[in-house]
């Protein structure tokens, strides 16, 4: 199964806003609720951001945000800040109990 | 808060074997489902296993399928991944991860370790 689709790099300036869109299709995305958001910064492992398309786990800032309309889930990041610069990437329960993971998105600050 | 160690990885020859493991510490291991997700260089994530708390549920991706086997030890806090009949596109960093399965939050992860599959 292919990768969900995201772009391959935004760019912001700080305090801006930013969304990251996540593609998938009607087998993914578009069926279940079940979209999570990951930050990795270079070198580091990944840290969760969001599930269950919207739900940010404690510590993680509110600037961050999701949704999700049809086949495609998006984050958005509010009041850009220089520590935010890093891949970002979307994740999907596929059905048949099978995950899949977004390309991966690179963020510029400005 | 909880903490992931993966060891195991190295260099290894095309069609070689190699295990990986992941020591949890500060959590209740035996109630967490657990994964691992590979990221070759330069390249994305990949979800490539998951086992349930008893091991009574474990799932793989199509591309290790066969050729990987996941377990878990709940009396030693550790999870394995058996990497055999191992492929040049096997090279990866691979990493473990503690997931809620009903979330898909992966809300722990280790700091991984580096296989490179290479004559």
């Known amino acids: 199964q292919s990768a969900l689709t995201q772009p391959a790099s935004v760019s912001g300036s700080p305090g801006q806003s930013i969304t990251i869109s996540c593609t998938g299709s009607?087998?993914?995305?578009?069926?279940?609720?079940?979209v999570s958001w990951y930050q990795q910064h270079p070198g580091k492992a990944p840290k969760v951001l969001l599930y269950?398309?919207?739900k940010r786990p404690s510590g993680v800032s509110n600037r961050f945000s999701g949704a999700k309309s049809g086949n495609t889930a998006s984050l958005t990041i509010s009041g850009l800040q220089a520590e935010d610069e890093a891949d970002y990437y979307c994740?999907?329960?596929?059905?048949?109990?099978?995950?899949?993971f977004g390309g991966g998105t690179q963020l510029t600050v400005l | 808060e909880g903490q992931l160690v993966e060891s195991g990885g190295g260099l290894v020859q095309p069609g070689g074997s190699l295990r990986l493991s992941c020591a949890a510490s500060?959590?209740?291991?035996?109630?967490?489902?657990m994964n691992w997700v590979r990221q070759a260089p330069g390249k994305g994530l990949e979800w490539i296993a998951h086992?349930?708390?008893?091991?009574?549920?474990?799932y793989y991706a199509d591309s290790v399928k066969g050729r990987f086997t996941i377990s878990r030890d709940n009396a030693k806090n550790s999870v394995s991944l058996q990497m055999n009949s191992l492929r040049d596109e096997d090279t990866a960093v691979y990493y473990c991860?503690?997931?809620?399965?009903?979330?898909?939050?992966?809300?722990?992860w280790g700091q991984g370790t580096m296989v490179t599959v290479s004559s």
């Open positions: 991860a503690r997931v809620d399965w009903g979330s898909l939050a992966f809300d722990i």
């Open positions: 500060g959590f209740i291991f035996n109630s967490y489902n």
């Open positions: 086992i349930s708390t008893s091991s009574s549920t474990i």
């Open positions: 009607i087998s993914d995305v578009g069926s279940y609720n079940l």
């Open positions: 269950e398309v919207t």
């Open positions: 994740c999907s329960f596929a059905g048949s109990s099978t995950i899949i």
